[in-house]
């Protein structure tokens, strides 16, 4: 299926309850160089409770994500935009998300020759999104792009999860409305309806305080932090 891209909306200005999960940032999700091995694969879930803290990002200090994103950065999953800053509202493209997803799974992207249109050999992401088209957890449009720089969206980041999810545990997810008690669950998309459904029945994704999933909004990096450190230690 296709994700559609959606005009970016604002972040919201509430932290989420789930004390969980714009342009390319390469410090952010710089790629990494590819495994020796043929094909994707995914190694065990991590063992254990994460390295102790060794990041000290100054604008997280009283952030309800604060200690995913410490455990993520000590994992090498994600990083600061800058050594004392990580910019935790700072919204998050497909290609940094797919790279995001790369990295916490240990897809390998060895070998793998890019076919999007709008992804080039030498582009950062490259190595990402190929492991992550050849892992069938994303997938371009009908046109062969992957639309990189376009911003993510809350369902299509449960999208993105609950496949991720199924790479990751071998399992078939399917909800069974579970998102159909929030007050705009009616702007779920037709096409995301299954995945947001699924994505919070695994508990992958939450919802506001004022009852609301917002699936149309904008991913940001914290919201990001969390739904990847859920996808792996939960």
């Known amino acids: 299926s296709v994700e559609p891209s959606v005009a970016p909306s604002n972040s919201p200005s509430a932290a989420p309850t789930f004390g969980s999960g714009g342009s390319v940032n390469p410090p952010y999700f710089p790629s990494a160089e590819p ?3 043929a094909s994707p ?17 100054k ?18 999953i994600v990083k600061g935009v800058t050594t004392s800053e990580f910019a935790p509202e700072q919204s998050v493209t497909r290609a940094e998300f797919a790279a995001l997803i790369a990295r916490a799974l240990k897809l390998d992207a060895a070998d793998l020759v890019n076919d999007f249109s709008d992804v080039q050999s030498g582009d950062w992401y490259a190595a990402d999104v190929a ?8 997938i371009g449009d009908e046109s062969g792009n992957f639309r990189p720089n376009d911003e993510i969206t809350r369902e299509e980041m449960a999208k993105v999860l609950v496949n991720a999810y199924q790479i ?11 998102a159909s008690g929030f007050n705009d669950s009616g702007s779920i998309s037709g ?9 919070v029945s695994l508990n992958l ?4 305080e004022d009852n609301t999933i917002r699936p149309q909004d904008i991913t940001t990096r914290a919201q990001a932090a969390m739904v990847i450190y859920r996808l792996l230690y939960l």
């Open 41 to 57: 694969s995914v190694t065990p879930e991590p063992s254990g409770s994460p390295r102790p803290v060794a990041y000290d990002f």
């Open 59 to 76: 604008d997280i200090d009283e952030h309800w994500a604060k200690k995913e994103i410490i455990a993520l950065a000590n994992e090498g």
């Open 168 to 178: 990751k545990t071998g399992e078939t997810i399917t909800g069974a409305g579970d």
């Open 205 to 208: 994704l939450s919802g506001y």
């Open 35 to 37: 495994e020796p091995s």
């Open 131 to 138: 492991a992550i088209k050849q892992s069938g957890i994303m």
């Open 191 to 199: 096409w995301a309806k299954e995945y947001v459904d699924a994505a």
